[in-house]
T-cell receptor
Framework: GAVVSQHPSWVICKSGTSVKIECRSL??????MFWYRQFPKQSLMLMAT?????????EQGVEKDKFLINHASLTLSTLTVTSAHPEDSSFYIC???????????FGPGTRLTVL | AQTVTQSQPEMSVQEAETVTLSCTYD???????LFWYKQPPSRQMILVIR??????QNATENRFSVNFQKAAKSFSLKISDSQLGDTAMYFC???????????FGKGTRLHILP
């Protein structure tokens, strides 16, 4: 199979703090990982594309300094929301591409609530 | 730039009926991939079906099938013998290559009624 996990599954934090979300490919090496954001009852919006060992490519309108992405290994990418504010509250989903299957696999998502 | 349009925000059908979800897209590329994803209340994205643009034959996965009209840039999903577990948000999506981003439509919320 091809399993992607995210940790934590949900997190509540105070305004001004930073939160780190992990995305792991459990049984395969992912050359590319993607981070999406989904507001309630809306579609997924791509935030950035992450390649192992290189800087992430951010979509237009996404603040690089606010949403820090690190793809340190072929199985782990992290998204850090810095100085979080209530408007950052959302559902964050990662996906990872697997070479053999020419497919992207999605993690279960992380619900972030900023108080 | 590629775009994906789903014109049906919400649909309801009776259990066991057949339902068709519509999707159109726009691209100037000739080779690409189209997908239908299901997002149930758990919010886990589940791949329902995939179509490679170079294949003329419509993809089928058990009760799910697509009507792929490349010239018209249309990609509809048909669910036969609908079941209560089919209740979910359905997203039509487009992708060029494996490592390219997936572009999602706005989704269709499907309710299967008992």
């Amino acid at each position: 199979g091809a399993v992607v996990s995210q940790h934590p599954s949900w997190v509540i934090c105070k305004s001004g703090t930073s939160v780190k979300i992990e995305c792991r490919s459990l049984d395969f090496q992912a050359t590319t990982m993607f981070w999406y954001r989904q507001f309630p009852k809306q579609s997924l919006m791509l935030m950035a594309t992450s390649n192992e060992g290189s800087k992430a490519t951010y979509e237009q309108g996404v603040e690089k300094d606010k949403f820090l992405i690190n793809h340190a290994s072929l199985t782990l990418s992290t998204l850090t929301v810095t100085s979080a504010h209530p408007e950052d509250s959302s559902f964050y989903i990662c996906s990872a591409s697997r070479e053999i299957y020419n497919e992207q696999f999605f993690g279960p998502g992380t619900r972030l609530t900023v108080l | 730039a590629q775009t994906v349009t789903q014109s049906q925000p919400e649909m309801s059908v009776q259990e066991a009926e057949t339902v068709t979800l519509s999707c159109t897209y726009d691209t100037s590329e000739n080779n690409y991939y189209l997908f239908w994803y299901k997002q149930p209340p758990s919010r886990q994205m589940i791949l329902v079906i995939r179509q490679e643009a170079y294949k003329q034959q419509n993809a089928t996965e058990n009760r799910f099938s697509v009507n792929f009209q490349k010239a018209a840039k249309s990609f509809s999903l048909k669910i036969s013998d609908s079941q209560l577990g089919d209740t979910a948000m359905y997203f039509c999506a487009f992708r060029l290559n494996r490592d390219d981003k997936i572009i999602f439509g706005k989704g269709t919320r499907l309710h299967i009624l008992p």
